[in-house]
């Protein structure tokens, strides 16, 4: 007789309930907590396996100064509890790694924010990169500095609430 898998995690709720978030509360994140955050990048998968990225944890105020003025929301940085900076050249690669970190970490109530670059000369220098060396983009990670809790609502909710385009403006069955 087959059971019914319950799943450990509600992933959908996860995914609904997310929310890029870009003021983070003066909250340190727990070793075992920024560990989890990395692994989730380092077990993405990528294209022949490749593992096409390297993480950089900007921790010196300086680094973060100078990489806050390479993205377009430098406050985002200057911020967050973690600053983790992704070099690769693999866009779809790169895009699911720092997916499944910001999934973790909200898993662990840890709120998140990607960032783009603006200017790709000063995110190499402030992270002491040589050109040769593309920085893909900068997370930032906190907690949220306004709680939020993703068990308050159902995934449905969260995902009716979602400020995007319904379905049937992005699916079209052919």
């Known amino acids: 007789m087959a059971t019914a898998y319950d799943p450990p995690v509600d992933t959908f709720l996860a995914v609904t309930s997310k929310r890029d978030t870009r003021s983070y509360a003066d909250r340190s994140i727990p070793n075992d907590v920024i560990e989890r955050i990395l692994d989730a990048g380092r077990v993405a998968g990528s294209a022949r396996n490749r593992q096409p990225w390297r993480f950089l944890v900007v921790e010196t105020p300086e680094r973060r100064e100078r ?37 973790a970490a909200w898993n662990d109530g840890v709120a998140s924010c990607p960032n783009g670059i603006s200017d790709a000369e000063q995110a190499l220098a402030a992270l002491g990169l040589g050109e040769d060396e593309p920085v893909a983009t900068v997370l930032t990670f906190g907690y949220p500095a306004r709680e939020r809790d993703p068990e308050s609502r159902p995934p449905e909710e969260w995902s009716a609430r979602a400020d995007r385009k319904p379905l049937d403006e992005l699916v079209e069955r052919i």
Do not use: W
Not at 76 to 88: E, K, T, W, Y
């Open 67 to 103: 990489l806050a003025e390479a993205v377009y929301a430098p406050d985002n940085v200057l911020g967050a509890r973690l600053v983790v900076a992704i070099q690769s050249s693999s866009a779809m690669d790169v895009g699911r790694c720092m997916q499944n970190m910001m999934l």
